[in-house]
């Protein structure tokens, strides 16, 4: 992964982005934007006291900020009906709230957050107010795993609690589009408990759907399922349990049924199997906000930084 964020570095060094870090309380996050402000590449913003903050970081607080008015009516305009002036200038009080507002309105172009904040309390405010690209229906939140040379992307562990075929196959296709995007050429299994019909059950069949209609979405991407997560990364195991499948146990892209089995699994690659989980990244928003972990380390969170910024401009 070295390559992939000296590749980042390059990218981005004359690109002038900016990150809202809106826990400026949390010790992870000032080491993190400290990193960033020395290495002058990305531009970290945190929300907080700058009373409480290192001098030479840039701090918005949100008790104080001049431009609050013009935040609040921008929040009332995009939730029409759905908060009242009042209702927003309380909510804006929130730094997630507000961090994603100065996002919304250009004053920043990503975010990450949730060091200190459960994934719902992170994203709720960028589902109602970036909202998901046209033609997406739900964002989705994918973790790039590595060891060593071992790339491989996982989906959803994140968002999605119970996904439909259709949750499942768009999740798939924008898993697709964020491993190519950080240079994985996605070979995608559509994981199950079951193997090309070793196993039948509704769970079983919701996969077998997902895997047609993804397969629909994007033709030009080697996309198979249902596979046992065995099958889809052991090519002798899938010789046997899936002859003639497109992906032969050279999955690198994967797809969980529902968020239990995605958020267990990425959690057991990180803590048993020694990967590093970068993540979540939240697919198809109309503009970057990422979430992390409670459990995340500093470098987690200077990593999606990088990770946040490049999407900006992807
Ligand atoms: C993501 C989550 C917080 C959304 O729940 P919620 O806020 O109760 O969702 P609601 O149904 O009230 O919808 C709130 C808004 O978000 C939108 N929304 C909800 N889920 C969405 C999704 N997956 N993608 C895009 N928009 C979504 C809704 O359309 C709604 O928009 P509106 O207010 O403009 O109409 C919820 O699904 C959740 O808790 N997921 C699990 C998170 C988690 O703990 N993961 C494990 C750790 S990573
Ligand atoms: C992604 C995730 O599981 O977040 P948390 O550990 O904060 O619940």
Redesign the pocket.
């Known amino acids: 992964m070295a390559d992939l964020f000296q590749e980042l570095k390059d990218k981005l060094h004359n690109a002038n982005i900016s990150i809202v870090l809106p826990e400026g309380t949390d010790e992870r996050i000032i080491a993190a934007a400290l990193k960033l402000q020395e290495e002058g590449i990305i531009k970290p913003i945190i929300i907080g006291s700058a009373k409480k903050l290192p001098a030479n970081l840039t701090v918005i607080d949100p008790e104080t900020y001049e431009e609050i008015d013009d935040l609040v009516q921008a929040f009332v305009e995009r939730r029409k009906g759905?908060a009242t002036e009042e209702e927003a200038r309380k909510l804006l009080k929130g730094v997630n709230y507000f961090g994603t507002m100065l996002v919304y309105t250009n004053r920043a172009d990503g975010l990450v957050s949730g060091a200190a904040h459960?994934?719902?309390e992170t994203?709720?405010p960028a589902?109602?107010i970036i909202?998901?690209k046209p033609g997406i229906s739900?964002?989705?939140?994918a973790f790039i795993m590595v060891k060593d040379e071992l790339r491989y992307v996982f989906a959803d562990?994140?968002?999605?609690?119970a996904p439909t075929s259709e949750d499942l196959a768009e999740i798939a296709v924008e898993s697709a589009k964020t491993a190519a995007a950080f240079g994985i050429k996605p070979k995608v299994a559509m994981l199950s408990f079951s193997s090309k019909g070793s196993a039948q059950s509704e769970e079983t069949e919701k996969v077998v759907k997902a895997t047609e209609l993804a397969k629909k979405l994007a033709p030009n991407v080697a996309i198979e399922g249902e596979l046992q997560f065995d099958a889809s990364i052991v090519p002798a195991i899938a010789a046997k349990k899936a002859p003639g499948a497109v992906v032969q146990g050279d999955a690198n892209v994967f797809v969980f049924p529902s968020?239990e089995a995605g958020?267990i699994g990425y959690k057991i690659a990180e803590r048993l199997g020694g990967f590093e989980a970068i993540g979540?990244i939240l697919q198809g928003l109309n503009a970057p906000v990422n979430?992390l972990?409670r459990g995340c380390s500093a470098e987690d969170v200077y990593k999606l930084a990088y990770i946040t910024a490049a999407q900006v401009l992807n």
């Open positions: 759905k459960t994934t719902a994203v709720r589902l109602q909202k998901t739900k964002t989705s939140g562990c994140a968002i999605t609690i968020l958020n979540p979430d972990s």
